[in-house]
């Protein structure tokens, strides 16, 4: 992998490793290898109390698959290093079988499996303390507590597990469809004006789709959603079975699993000219294995791609846009005929 500078893999030598691997490098940042089963990841954006909670929620984490953990956490000259535990398995996105073949199905099918078992996880107390995107506050805001047990009850659910503090936190938390649309305003409000200028009658679109999405049945739990389910941050193995998942505080929340199962299909080959054909694969299958409502996932993709369409604005390597992409599927004849 080739940089424009030296100035990433510099943070890890810095802390004592001379020859670091490049693996991989994402919106939150860029993975190394350093040998005796440890990686490091330089973060882009992440600030300390952001990761110390990550930290916190990988500590809670219950699932069949391996899930990160942080060793330390350091600051390089630039950004934030952590030192994790390197885990095994293999991209899916590097053994996955070709959209259309008849072998694509195991890859899918493996996602899903991802997502079911997502989906049965009760929210760790950690999770509830977690901030999302470019977020200063938890996202599931606190709205009847005084400013100063705000406070409080932040550190808490950073470090506690008590379910005491689970129950206070419920009791004072904004529901998740009215934290959900909160967020939804608050990030079309940094873009509008490219959203106007891009997609057709955006206005009567956002309201509709802020209908929709207030139409939706509560869920009856509050669940565990990574928020960014995708074939790079699922580990397999030779036969596509998941056995790593990877990468969670981009928008792990505590809410809807059908909002994972959503994102899921559209990360999948979010660049593709088959991204809309892989979607509808995947709704039909998660339609009758997890039981999905059709309209709860169209919902739930277009709130998806309107909260990362801009997230690349401050990449330091001023990767493409994202919000030509969010235009296209809010352009799209499927998504024109469900939001108007």
Not at 81 to 100: K, M, N
Request: glycine letters at 4%; proline letters at 7%.
């Amino acid at each position: 992998m080739q940089y424009t500078d030296d100035l990433i893999p510099e943070h890890v030598r810095t802390l004592g490793h001379q020859h670091p691997e490049p693996l991989a490098i994402g919106m939150q940042g860029a993975v190394f290898r350093l040998g005796d089963h440890r990686i490091a990841k330089v973060w882009f954006h992440a600030p300390r109390a952001e990761l110390e909670r990550l930290q916190n929620l990988y500590a809670e984490l219950q699932l069949p698959f391996h899930t990160p953990e942080i060793l330390e956490i350091h600051q390089g000259p630039r950004w934030l290093v952590t030192i994790e535990a390197e885990l095994p398995g293999r991209p899916l996105h590097e053994l996955a079988p070709e959209f259309g073949t008849t072998a694509w199905h195991a890859a899918r099918d493996c996602v899903i499996d991802v997502l079911a078992e997502l989906a049965t996880v009760p929210a760790p107390t950690a999770l509830f303390a977690m901030t999302v995107l470019d977020e200063p506050e938890p996202f599931r805001r606190w709205r009847s507590l005084p400013p100063e047990q705000v406070d409080g009850l932040a550190d808490e659910l950073g470090r506690d597990r008590d379910p005491a503090v689970t129950q206070r936190w419920r009791q004072s938390s904004t529901a998740w469809l009215d934290a959900l649309s909160a967020l939804l305003t608050r990030r079309v409000a940094t873009y509008r004006d490219q959203l106007d200028r891009l997609v057709d009658k955006f206005d009567t679109k956002f309201d509709c789709l802020q209908q929709r999405l207030h139409a939706i049945a509560p869920a009856q739990a509050t669940q565990l959603v990574h928020g960014d389910v995708t074939a790079g941050n699922i580990l397999v193995d030779d036969q596509l079975r998941p056995i790593s998942v990877l990468d969670f505080g981009l928008l792990s929340m505590a809410g809807d699993p059908v909002f994972d199962a959503a994102s899921a299909a559209a990360l999948y080959a979010l660049w593709s000219p088959d991204t809309r054909a892989i979607e509808a694969d995947f709704d039909a299958a998660m339609i009758v294995r997890l039981g999905y409502d059709a309209a709860d996932l169209l919902t739930y993709r277009a709130v998806h791609a309107l909260l990362i369409g801009n997230a690349h604005d401050n990449d330091p390597f001023d990767r493409d846009s994202g919000v030509p992409l969010t235009a296209k599927l809010l352009n799209d004849p499927q998504y024109t005929e469900f939001l108007t």
